[in-house]
């Protein structure tokens, strides 16, 4: 089993910029996607974005699109969230998870649908106006 140890949060201004971090280990990293999620204080968890295995196809939630870039560096077992211009409403809980893949003439496509329901401690993001 894979386990993630995110990091990188922070409190920012609106406007500002973070960059997360999900550091996993085991020897199986680049055979799964990984998707980014969060969760505010009294709200369900969201879908963020998505990356496949390869890092060549991401997938992002309507919310993010423009601002926020997912990606992985496989050599070092670690999956990144660039965040940008970022609003208070993106204030939350950030979590990294394993997701689940689909496979369509050749490529792999991330989804939005977690891997297992293990989730790390995640990391705090807070974004003040």
């Known amino acids: 089993q894979v386990q993630l140890v995110e990091s990188g949060g922070g409190l920012v201004q609106a406007g500002g910029s973070l960059r997360l971090s999900c550091a996993a280990s085991?020897?199986?990293?680049?055979?799964?996607?990984m998707g980014w999620f969060r969760q505010a204080p009294g709200k369900e968890r969201e879908f963020v974005a998505s990356?496949?295995?390869?890092?060549?196809?991401?997938r992002y939630a309507d919310s993010v699109k423009g601002r926020f870039t997912i990606s992985r560096d496989n050599a070092k077992n670690t999956v990144y969230l660039e965040m940008n211009s970022l609003k208070p409403e993106d204030t939350a809980v950030y979590y990294c998870?394993?997701?689940?893949?689909?496979?369509?003439?050749?490529?792999?496509?991330?989804?939005?649908?977690?891997?297992?329901?293990?989730w790390g401690q995640g990391t705090q993001v807070t974004v003040s106006s």
């Open positions: 998870v394993p997701v689940n893949e689909y496979y369509s003439a050749g490529v792999y496509y991330p989804t939005a649908t977690p891997k297992s329901d293990y």
């Open positions: 990356i496949n295995r390869s890092g060549g196809n991401t």
């Open positions: 085991g020897r199986t990293f680049n055979n799964y996607a």
